[in-house]
């Protein structure tokens, strides 16, 4: 994951999905939700094909794999694509097994952060595949792939401030603006807000005091995090 002083912002994760036309339909039976898509996934040997917009695949040791941009989580054991599970980012690998029953959860590198407890979140609004292997693909006796269903889900958190939220303006050097914020959340911010501000943030309340300003920006970026998802407050300047 990218460090608060090298991070890139993106608010979605993919633009759009597309219908393969190759051996995948819609299919919203057994409750499954709208929007999701069957797909029989090849492994490499046989098509190599891909999940959605990812760059998600089956190679031939029957594992799912993908790059560093595209990590991947195993959810284990579920009730299918419909089951309702959040964003879990405790264990993302570039490789998984392929295993029927198992729930999957693709996310792209570049809408994740790392906090400074330790913690991963993914930005609220951006969104992530959430996939279920429902059985192998056999020719001739031998797995040559999956069938999986797979849905586009978008990230939240209802008791975080809505992403861009203005926290307020700040007029001069030694002045400040507070926020109120859930007690259980995190907070995180760039290079760039450390050398300008004195953050405290205790009891729920977040204090923000401008200490310095050698900097031409005139907005800086706070980042909260509620578990797995965080939203980015701005403080702007006028000075």
Same mark, same amino acid.
């Given at each position: ?94 490789? $998984? ?10 996310? +792209? *590198? &570049?809408?994740?952060? /790392?906090?400074?407890? @330790? ?46 939220? $203005? ?10 603006? +507070? *926020? &109120?914020?859930?007690? /259980?959340?995190?907070? @995180? ?51």
């Amino acid at each position: 994951m990218k460090k608060f002083i090298n991070l890139i912002l993106f608010n979605v994760l993919f633009a759009g999905m597309l219908l393969f036309t190759f051996s995948c339909s819609k299919d919203n039976s057994h409750g499954d939700p709208n929007g999701t898509i069957t797909l029989n996934m090849m492994n490499s040997d046989n098509g190599k094909t891909l999940l959605g917009e990812s760059d998600i695949y089956i190679n031939d040791a029957n594992n799912f794999c993908g790059s560093s941009h595209y990590p991947i989580s195993d959810l284990g054991n579920a009730g299918g694509v419909g089951t309702n599970e959040g964003p879990l980012l405790n264990n993302l690998a570039k490789q $998984v097994a392929v295993n029927v029953g198992h729930l999957y959860q693709v996310f +792209s *590198y &570049n809408t994740l952060m /790392d906090f400074p407890s @330790g913690a991963v979140a993914i930005r609220t609004g951006s969104s992530y595949y959430r996939f279920y292997v429902e059985a192998p693909i056999l020719k001739d006796k031998e797995t040559v792939g999956a069938t999986v269903k797979y849905i586009l889900v978008t990230a939240s958190e209802r008791r975080l401030p809505e992403d861009g939220t $203005v926290v307020g303006t700040i007029y001069n050097v030694g002045e400040g603006v +507070s *926020y &109120n914020l859930p007690k /259980d959340a995190e907070c @995180g911010w760039d290079s760039d807000v450390s050398d300008n501000f004195d953050i405290n943030f205790s009891d729920g309340k977040m204090d923000i005091t401008l200490s310095a300003y050698d900097s031409p920006l005139n907005s800086y970026n706070i980042y909260v995090r509620l578990g797995s998802v965080y939203s980015c407050l701005v403080v702007k300047l006028d000075l």
